[in-house]
């Protein structure tokens, strides 16, 4: 099979939402069985529509800023399946859109919490189950906002510049024990997410917001969850199996620009 993932365990957070949802669809088709997890009251509805399998998929509610919650969580992944192999630490928000002055302390707390508290606190857990094993490939999320600036989004843009610093730490410390650490780096992303940073830039037209991101991009649109899904399960295989402590854009060329 293409990249194939038989026999693997896919551990992945933020998985209601767009992105965790197209990787946990690809992966379970490649043959991982998926260990999915988003906070309490998210919409697993499409999860379970798409892997209709009970003997693939366990759900899971967890908090990734609460270590005993995301403890309980990585426990509960390898009772049920006896190992992790791949981990899509993927759970984020966008926060606010303001420019620096305004922005409110609070939600740039919360940003920072999940996207970079959480991000650490998933590989904190996550790594001793792999390092058991000898084996493992961690994908963590990131963004074309973790490679260049962007007025309005300051504690986004912080919190994705700390996931690569994470991602290149961890891939240095536990290469050697056969773990693999990289990121992604998605441009605009038809999503829920782009969806409310385009209203928050401008929430009488967030329409002519979309239409002028898209024209900052050299293929002129915006790329899809099945599409950053794609790299995910290429960073999740064996056919990458000498790649560590990369980042890799998936933004239709927008940073080359």
């Known amino acids: 099979m293409h990249q194939s993932l038989e026999g693997k365990i896919a551990l992945i957070t933020g998985a209601a939402g767009a992105l965790g949802l197209a990787a946990a669809k690809l992966m379970s088709a490649r043959g991982a069985r998926i260990a999915a997890t988003d906070i309490a009251g998210a919409d697993f509805g499409p999860l379970r529509a798409a892997i209709p399998d009970a003997g693939r998929l366990l759900v899971i509610e967890a908090d990734v800023t609460d270590e005993a ?12 399946y006896g190992t992790i192999d791949i981990f899509f630490n993927n759970a984020g928000i966008e926060g ?45 999320s990131s963004s074309v906002a973790g490679l260049t600036g962007s007025p309005g989004l300051c504690a986004y843009i912080a919190s994705k510049h700390a996931v690569l610093g994470l991602t290149r730490t961890a891939a240095v410390e536990w290469g050697a024990r056969g773990i693999r650490v990289n990121c ?25 917001v979309h239409d002028g991101f898209a024209q900052t991009i050299p293929m002129k649109r915006y790329g899809t969850p099945e599409e950053v899904a794609g790299v995910v399960a290429f960073l999740a295989s064996d056919d990458a199996a000498y790649v560590n402590g990369a980042y890799h854009t998936i933004d239709g060329g927008m940073t080359a620009a």
Do not use: Q, W
């Open 96 to 140: 606010a859109v303001a420019p620096i002055p305004d922005f409110p302390l609070e939600i740039f707390r919360k940003v920072m919490e999940i996207n970079v508290i959480g991000v650490f606190l998933g590989m904190k857990l996550v790594i001793p189950v792999m390092a058991k094993a000898g084996r493992g490939s961690i994908i963590n």
């Open 184 to 208: 992604i780096n998605p441009g605009p992303i038809e999503s829920r997410m782009m969806a409310s940073i385009e209203k928050g830039a401008s929430p009488e037209a967030p329409e002519a």
């Open 69 to 80: 919650s995301f403890a309980a969580c990585v426990g509960a992944t390898v009772k049920a």
